[in-house]
Structures are given as C-alpha cells and as structure tokens.
C-alpha cells in the first residue's frame, strides 16, 4: 500500500468491485504525504515540547475544561476580540523560525530559485507576484489575526558533496531519510549550514515558547522553537529525488546543535527542532517554481499540537482535503486549504455556539463569519461523542482548494459540513497520531451523500461531501440516509432538517430538530409511528410534519403478559395524527398490564399461594401490583431447600409484588444426615489409607471439604468424601468436616467434627537388625520408612536407625525402671529383713 518501503505514506487501493474500480485505480496516483516513519522504523516527529506544542497542549486542556463547565464566554473571548493574553483559551502570539536553504556542490546556483524570493513565500505581507498569500498571511486569515509568523531565509548553503552523495545514501532507488547512514549525511548538512549561519545569526531570536510571548526572555526553554530546513529538488511527497518532507529533531539522529547564543542565565542556546520541505513546486509539485506553502504549513500545524487527519495506516482518506492537517495542504499548494472545525476549535481560532435547543440557525462561512456551532450528543454518551458544524464556503485561502478539482471528483464546492468528534479517540490515539485510523475516527466527516468514500479512500472529498451537495440532501436524522449516529450505531438524538444555502458562498440555514420518543409505559408494548412499528420510537423529524400514532387495544404475550390501552399522554385516540411543534412532542402509551407467575416444583414438596392462583406450569396471568404470599410446603419427612429464580432465598414463605413475568423454582429434599458414628478407623503411620465417608438424604451427591482444623501430613479429603494418603505423623488429629448437597443457590449443608488416630507400625527388632545386614527383605517397607523417619532420616533404613531404635528402647526401659528409692529397693529392703 506504500510507494516506498515503511515510511512513504501513499494512499492505498480499495478493495472494491463494479463502478468504483475505476476510482479505486486512480486512488492510488494521488499525491503521497509527508515521511512519518523510515524504513528501519524510525519515528519522525517533533518532540513532545517542541514548537509550541506544550503551549497548545495547555490551550487545549483549558477549552475542553470550558466547554465542559459551559463557559462560552471564557471560551470566545479570544476569537470574539482577535486579540489573546497568555494563558488565554487561544494558541495566539508570534512564532518566530528561521528557513535555512539547503543546496549541493554540484547544483549551480543559477539553477535553483533566488534566496530572498523565500521571504516573500514565508514571512512578508505581500506574496510573490501572482500567488494569493505567503505562509505569514495565510496563518493570519486562518487564525482570524491571532497568530503572525516572522522569520528570515537565510542562504543557499551547499554542502561539502554532490547530491548523490547525500540522496542515494540509501540507494538510487530509496529515500535518504531511510537509512542511518543518510540520516547522518543530512545531519552533517544541516549542522553545516547552521554552522554557516551562527556567526551572524542571532538563534536567541526564535525561542519564544515562553507565556511573556518574548523572545529568549527567561521563561523560554532555551531551544529554537523550530528551524524550516529547505532543499533545492523535487521531494519525495512530489515523488522526486529529494528528502521527503518530515519533521523530527536533532535529539532523534545524534543531538542537538549547540549555537553561540545564550540565554539571560547563561546557558546556550539549541537547535533541535525542524522540518524538512522542499524549496520547489508551487501550486502543484511544479519542478523549477519556487515551492508553494502547504507542505510547510502542515508541519507547522503539528508545531502547534494538531494530529494528522488523515488516515496514517493507510487505510483511508481521514478527512480528505476537507482541513489543512488531512490533505488540503496539496490540491493547490500556494492557497492550501484551511483548518476544519475541529483544530480551529481546539487552537481557540473560532467562536464555538453550542445549540441546547430546536430552532431554526443560521451560520455564515467560517472564513468570514469565524463561527462553527456544537451540538453534543444525547445520553448516554461515554466516548464523550459531539458534533461540530461548519459552513465551509470557497473563501479565502478555501477558494483555490474547493475550485480546484482532482482529475476525476471535480470541484468540491462548499456547503454544510458535519463533524463527528469522539474524544475518547482523540485522547487515546492522539500521542500515536492515530486519531482517524481504525474503526472508530476521532474526527469524522458525516458524508451527505452517504458513500462514505473517504472512509473507504476512494477519494479525497467530493462534492456529495458537504450538505446538501451533488445530492440535494437536506435532511439528517435518524431515519435518513445518512444515518445521524454516534459510535456504535447509536441516534444521536437529534435531527437537522431544511438545510440550504441563502446566497451563493453565503450563509447555510437548518433547523435543528429534537429527538421525538414515542413509547409505550411497559417494555414490552410497542408503538406503531407511520404505519411502522417499533419498541420504541426515537428520531427528530422536522417541525410542522405530522405522523400517525396508534397502539394494539390489546397486545398479547401468551402466558408472559398482556396489555390492555388506556390512553396516550396526549389525550388522543388509540389511533391519532400528532403534529410535532418543536417543543417536547414525545408520547406515552398507558397500557395496563397483567404478568404470568409460574411456580415450578423440585423434589419431594409443593407450593401453595395467597391469594390463591395457578402457579403450575404454564402458569397464570395476574394484575400488576399485586401482593402474593407463596408458602413452601415440604411432605412429610422431607425439608425445603431454598427459592431459585427472581431471588433466592431460604425462607418457606415468600412475598412477591408482581411487576413483571415471574418464574419461581422451590426446592425440596429428604435432610442431610449422617451416620451414627461418623470418626473412620485408625490409621497406621506410613501405610495407605482409605476410608469413604457417607452421609445419606439431599439430592444424593455429596461434596466433602476440610472446614477447620488439619488432617496428618500425607492425608488429604477428597471432594467425592475419601480420605486418603499415606499418614507420616502419629497422634489424635481432630478435625471439623463440611458436607453439602444439591447445585448452587439450592445447596443443603452440614458440618460436624470428626477424629482420626495415626498408629505406629509393628516393628520386629530382631528382624530390623537382620534387615540391615541382609539384602533379602524381613520387615515391610512402611516399618522401614517409620525406622528411619525414627532414626537418622537420611531416606535410606541402615544401621544407624536401628542403632536410634536400640536406643529408643534402652532409653524407654531406663524410664520405666524405678529410681533408686523407688519400689525396688523397697523390695531389697523388705527381703533383707526377711532374712
């Protein structure tokens, strides 16, 4: 989809089939954009700070924060008074930048422009001969006199080496921006001519991103706001030879250059941030003319914080030429085409009126008028969703960019444009600039004529764009075509009808409709508006029409519900013309309602209810609001388990209101028991065990758990109940058991305590001893095992655990032989005396 590998972004072929192969073809020879990324993957991008970035990143913070807290006056006072201070809700002042020439040693310089004609393109109030603006004037009429450019060309400075030098570092047939080694061969030229100029050039003079809004003054940030780097050749967004229109930093490829000013405290003055444009091709990629201004005007609009709008994975068009930061830099490059509603509104350049309420609207052109209208979208809204209108009109620098046709779209005339603005996009995607890339664009062309060719990149704009356009659309709500939806596929909750032009490239008139809800009281009526029906009907039709409203005398929903009509809200027949006026026309259908209550049994056990109705399956139907006692009975020697359904609950006895269809499941099972004597045989210390516990009643499947307490090492409780292992301690172990039965949310459970004894094993002695010395086995494996973990508990049965066991056994006999005063010598004693 891209001209060159991994950076060039050119637009890319649609998949399409039928009549717009033909546009699709054509599609791809449309004029590439500027370099966004190298083929090794290189970012190409002002820093975050770079220009004024920062300075708009707070102007911008400080709009949305007004618009939120509906703070008009705040928010218009700059674009009303076309003056701002700073801190201001505008992006205002001078911005200063120097255009530095570029050229080879090998280019004669009889054969590239005149140098001071670049002034005339860049800074002057009076263009070259024949062209409508210099970039100075055209930033002027597009910010409505709230930001003046200044600056000076300085050059031509040809490098050390011939073109090919620096242009086919990378190869004769790739960019040189594409490749380290010609990133570096650019740097080398650039800091060349820097170098060049530093000795006569004040650099202090163009650091002015300060809020004082004066140059190199203290609360600057010690860094040339941005440097316009200009060769002499055809770029590669004209598909030349030259560098590729890009802007990055020297930070980026190397770092900054140090120049020989310095600010107030001392410390230098740097150059960092720049673009690169080419210094030929007027209006149109021309070879030989001196360049145009739109290419460098984009870049200065990412100076001043704007994304690209364009879709930069190339999947589509974004806004085509319908704004400056799309492509309107490129259908006439020496009257490039304005911002769209959207970045003047974000820089503070347009007066913005927000329309709470229905009503007939006029809006003059946007060059002219300096105003866009805002309608925010209805609830619920969570991607902060808005729509902005503009009457974009072929004025001012608009003129040349609307007039002037592609080969096969023709002139884009003018009209009313509706913008479709997701913040939540804009916000998430904006850092990436990605803000029209993917599914969802943050800001969005509603195409009148419903093709959606933008989105698709079958073309830049057309004249079925703008309302009402080629296709006489006047009208956009939420049954037209388009459809007035925000993300994903909701109404927008509001209509705009009657749209016209009043005068040629004159103001655009519309009335804004209000959503109409026509619905019934119950969820589950529906409502028939125009012979159509619906659950609930919500569009804003004009004002002054009039619909048919009309709803079943009875809707029936078998054994779920039925409706029976009452009135409107309006008064008016089950079937009646309403003819809306602009005021809150939304309608209700009262109906009263029954709702089915089925109660179904499982187990041993039945339901009764107060006041008595049909509860067994299929149920019965009963008036809404009425109060029901529904009681559990379980049969005799039986138990209730619980209420599964619209709640649960453990109670016998239930109160339900009824509100809505109901469906009850009641529980029943013999109670959970268990046997007599539930404490397991003994268990025997290293020997496997097994022993099942039982418990009898419930649903007859049981889950067994260890609650409290611990069993011997090497045993565990099995969820089916065993207890199983080989036990490695000795002693009583108590333990507290839990047992439940039946499936969740109608579980029966007990708890209970239980014992288990671990024994030791028999050992024979003599045998053991005999087993050390033997390799024939006399004792069981478990004695072994026991011996050792008796013994020295190396994992092997030696002699050393017999000779622990020996001495087990001396040591227990010596305990259990009497002290000297003891019995024994009680018994000498008495013998003696015997004697």
């Given at each position: 989809?891209?001209?060159?590998?991994?950076?060039?972004r050119?637009?890319?072929?649609?998949?399409?089939?039928?009549?717009?192969?033909a546009?699709?073809?054509?599609?791809?020879?449309?004029?590439?954009?500027?370099?966004?990324r190298t083929?090794d993957?290189?970012?190409?991008d002002y820093?975050?700070?770079g220009?004024?970035?920062?300075?708009?990143?707070?102007?911008?913070?400080?709009?949305?924060?007004?618009?939120?807290?509906?703070r008009?006056?705040?928010l218009?006072?700059?674009a009303?008074?076309?003056?701002?201070?700073?801190?201001?809700?505008a992006?205002?002042?001078?911005?200063?930048?120097?255009t530095?020439?570029?050229s080879?040693?090998?280019?004669?310089v009889?054969?590239?422009p005149?140098a001071?004609?670049y002034?005339?393109?860049?800074?002057?109030?009076?263009?070259?001969?024949?062209?409508p603006?210099?970039?100075?004037?055209?930033?002027?009429e597009?910010?409505?006199?709230?930001?003046?450019?200044e600056?000076?060309?300085?050059?031509?400075?040809?490098g050390?080496?011939?073109?090919?030098?620096?242009?086919?570092?990378?190869g004769?047939?790739r960019?040189?921006?594409?490749?380290s080694q010609?990133?570096?061969?650019?740097?080398?030229?650039?800091?060349s001519?820097?170098?060049?100029?530093d000795?006569?050039?004040d650099?202090g003079q163009?650091d002015?991103?300060g809020p004082?809004?004066?140059p190199?003054?203290?609360d600057d940030?010690?860094?040339?706001?941005v440097?316009?780097?200009?060769?002499?050749l055809?770029?590669?967004?004209?598909?030349?030879?030259?560098f590729w229109?890009?802007?990055?930093?020297f930070?980026a490829?190397?770092?900054?250059?140090r120049?020989?000013e310095?600010?107030p405290?001392?410390?230098?003055i740097?150059?960092?941030?720049?673009?690169?444009?080419?210094?030929?091709?007027?209006?149109?990629c021309?070879?030989?003319?001196?360049?145009g201004i739109g290419t460098?005007?984009h870049?200065?609009g990412?100076?001043l914080?704007?994304?690209?709008?364009?879709?930069?994975?190339?999947?589509?068009?974004?806004?085509?030429?319908?704004g400056l930061m799309?492509s309107a830099?490129?259908?006439?490059?020496t009257?490039?085409?304005?911002?769209?509603?959207?970045?003047k509104?974000?820089?503070?350049?347009?007066?913005?009126?927000e329309?709470?309420?229905p009503g007939?609207?006029s809006?003059g052109?946007?060059?002219t008028?300096?105003?866009?209208?805002?309608?925010?979208?209805?609830?619920?809204?969570?991607?902060?969703?808005y729509?902005?209108?503009e009457n974009?009109q072929p004025?001012?620098?608009?003129?040349?960019?609307l007039?002037?046709g592609?080969s096969?779209?023709?002139?884009?005339?003018g009209?009313?444009?509706?913008?479709?603005?997701?913040s939540?996009k804009?916000?998430?995607s904006?850092p990436f600039?990605?803000?029209?890339a993917g599914?969802i664009?943050?800001v969005?062309?509603?195409q009148?004529?419903?093709?959606?060719e933008?989105?698709?990149g079958?073309?830049?704009?057309?004249?079925?764009?703008?309302?009402?356009?080629?296709?006489?659309?006047?009208a956009l709500?939420?049954?037209?075509h388009?459809f007035?939806f925000?993300?994903p596929d909701?109404?927008?909750?509001?209509?705009?009808?009657?749209?016209?032009?009043?005068?040629?490239?004159?103001?655009?008139?519309?009335y804004?409709a209000?959503?109409?809800?026509?619905?019934?009281?119950?969820?589950?009526?529906?409502?028939?508006v125009d012979?159509a029906w619906?659950?609930?009907?919500?569009?804003?039709p004009?004002?002054?029409?009039?619909?048919?409203v009309?709803?079943?005398a009875i809707?029936d929903?078998?054994?779920?519900w039925r409706?029976?009509f009452?009135?409107?809200?309006d008064?008016g027949?089950?079937?009646?013309?309403?003819?809306l006026t602009g005021?809150?026309d939304s309608?209700v259908a009262?109906?009263t309602?029954h709702y089915?209550?089925?109660?179904d049994?499982?187990?041993?056990?039945s339901?009764?209810?107060?006041?008595?109705?049909?509860?067994?399956?299929?149920?019965t139907?009963?008036?809404?609001?009425?109060?029901?006692r529904?009681?559990?009975?379980p049969d005799?020697?039986k138990?209730?388990?619980?209420?599964?359904g619209?709640?649960?609950s453990r109670s016998d006895?239930?109160?339900?209101?009824?509100?809505r269809?109901?469906h009850?499941?009641?529980?029943f099972?013999p109670p959970?028991a268990?046997?007599l004597?539930p404490?397991p045989?003994?268990?025997?210390?290293g020997?496997?065990y097994?022993h099942?516990?039982?418990?009898?009643?419930?649903?007859g499947s049981?889950?067994?758990?260890?609650?409290?307490?611990n069993?011997?090492?090497g045993m565990?409780l099995?969820?089916?109940?065993?207890?199983?292992?080989a036990?490695r301690?000795l002693?009583?172990?108590?333990?507290?058991?839990a047992?439940?039965?039946g499936p969740?949310?109608?579980?029966?459970?007990?708890?209970f305590p239980l014992?288990?004894?671990v024994?030791?094993p028999?050992?024979d002695l003599?045998a053991?001893v005999?087993?050390?010395f033997?390799a024939?086995t006399?004792?069981?494996r478990?004695?072994?095992?026991?011996?050792d973990?008796?013994?020295?508990?190396?994992n092997?049965?030696d002699l050393?655990?017999?000779?622990?066991?020996v001495?087990?056994?001396r040591a227990?006999?010596a305990a259990?032989e009497?002290?000297?005063?003891g019995?024994?010598?009680?018994?000498?004693?008495g013998?003696e005396?015997?004697?």
């Amino acid at each position: 989809m891209r001209q060159m590998p991994g950076f060039s972004r050119v637009l890319p072929a649609v998949l399409v089939t039928g009549s717009l192969a033909a546009a699709a073809t054509a599609h791809t020879q449309e004029r590439p954009f500027e370099l966004l990324r190298t083929a090794d993957g290189l970012v190409l991008d002002y820093p975050a700070a770079g220009v004024w970035r920062a300075r708009s990143r707070r102007v911008a913070e400080l709009r949305a924060r007004l618009r939120r807290e509906g703070r008009s006056e705040q928010l218009n006072r700059p674009a009303l008074s076309r003056a701002a201070v700073g801190g201001d809700a505008a992006v205002s002042g001078t911005l200063r930048f120097p255009t530095v020439l570029l050229s080879f040693a090998d280019l004669p310089v009889d054969q590239i422009p005149p140098a001071g004609a670049y002034d005339s393109v860049m800074y002057t109030s009076q263009p070259l001969s024949g062209r409508p603006y210099t970039m100075r004037t055209f930033y002027e009429e597009m910010s409505n006199g709230l930001l003046t450019l200044e600056g000076k060309a300085y050059g031509w400075f040809a490098g050390d080496s011939a073109s090919t030098y620096y242009l086919d570092a990378c190869g004769t047939t790739r960019n040189a921006v594409d490749c380290s080694q010609g990133r570096v061969r650019m740097r080398v030229l650039f800091a060349s001519a820097l170098t060049r100029m530093d000795p006569t050039v004040d650099f202090g003079q163009y650091d002015n991103d300060g809020p004082d809004g004066l140059p190199n003054s203290g609360d600057d940030d010690g860094v040339v706001d941005v440097v316009q780097f200009v060769h002499p050749l055809m770029g590669g967004e004209c598909r030349g030879r030259g560098f590729w229109a890009h802007k990055s930093s020297f930070d980026a490829q190397g770092s900054r250059y140090r120049t020989g000013e310095t600010g107030p405290g001392g410390t230098p003055i740097y150059v960092n941030t720049f673009h690169v444009v080419s210094g030929v091709g007027a209006a149109s990629c021309s070879d030989g003319l001196v360049m145009g201004i739109g290419t460098a005007s984009h870049e200065l609009g990412h100076g001043l914080g704007l994304p690209d709008l364009y879709d930069t994975l190339g999947d589509g068009e974004g806004i085509g030429e319908w704004g400056l930061m799309g492509s309107a830099g490129y259908r006439s490059g020496t009257s490039p085409g304005h911002f769209e509603a959207w970045s003047k509104e974000r820089l503070g350049w347009v007066v913005v009126r927000e329309l709470t309420g229905p009503g007939s609207y006029s809006l003059g052109p946007v060059v002219t008028a300096d105003t866009v209208f805002l309608i925010r979208a209805a609830n619920p809204n969570p991607r902060g969703q808005y729509f902005l209108l503009e009457n974009k009109q072929p004025l001012g620098a608009d003129t040349a960019n609307l007039l002037t046709g592609s080969s096969r779209t023709g002139p884009k005339q003018g009209g009313l444009l509706v913008w479709l603005i997701d913040s939540v996009k804009v916000v998430e995607s904006g850092p990436f600039n990605l803000v029209n890339a993917g599914v969802i664009e943050g800001v969005w062309l509603v195409q009148a004529d419903g093709l959606r060719e933008l989105g698709a990149g079958v073309n830049r704009g057309d004249a079925g764009d703008p309302f009402p356009g080629t296709t006489g659309n006047s009208a956009l709500s939420g049954s037209t075509h388009p459809f007035n939806f925000v993300w994903p596929d909701l109404f927008a909750g509001f209509g705009l009808h009657r749209i016209r032009q009043l005068v040629p490239n004159g103001p655009m008139a519309f009335y804004v409709a209000s959503g109409w809800v026509v619905r019934a009281n119950k969820p589950e009526g529906a409502v028939s508006v125009d012979g159509a029906w619906h659950d609930r009907y919500w569009d804003a039709p004009d004002s002054g029409t009039t619909h048919t409203v009309s709803v079943d005398a009875i809707a029936d929903g078998g054994y779920e519900w039925r409706l029976e009509f009452a009135r409107w809200s309006d008064g008016g027949a089950q079937t009646h013309d309403v003819t809306l006026t602009g005021a809150d026309d939304s309608l209700v259908a009262q109906m009263t309602a029954h709702y089915g209550i089925t109660v179904d049994v499982d187990g041993p056990g039945s339901v009764a209810s107060l006041p008595p109705v049909r509860l067994a399956s299929p149920g019965t139907l009963v008036p809404e609001s009425t109060a029901l006692r529904l009681i559990a009975l379980p049969d005799a020697g039986k138990q209730f388990v619980t209420w599964r359904g619209e709640v649960f609950s453990r109670s016998d006895t239930l109160h339900w209101t009824i509100a809505r269809p109901t469906h009850f499941w009641a529980d029943f099972a013999p109670p959970l028991a268990l046997p007599l004597s539930p404490d397991p045989p003994p268990a025997t210390w290293g020997v496997t065990y097994r022993h099942q516990l039982a418990a009898t009643g419930g649903r007859g499947s049981y889950v067994w758990r260890v609650a409290a307490g611990n069993l011997p090492t090497g045993m565990t409780l099995s969820f089916d109940g065993e207890l199983v292992g080989a036990p490695r301690q000795l002693g009583v172990f108590n333990v507290t058991v839990a047992v439940t039965s039946g499936p969740f949310g109608s579980v029966q459970s007990l708890t209970f305590p239980l014992t288990l004894r671990v024994d030791p094993p028999a050992v024979d002695l003599p045998a053991s001893v005999a087993q050390v010395f033997s390799a024939d086995t006399l004792i069981p494996r478990a004695a072994q095992l026991y011996l050792d973990f008796l013994g020295n508990q190396n994992n092997y049965f030696d002699l050393g655990d017999v000779a622990a066991l020996v001495e087990r056994q001396r040591a227990a006999a010596a305990a259990a032989e009497p002290s000297p005063g003891g019995q024994a010598a009680a018994r000498g004693r008495g013998k003696e005396r015997t004697r």
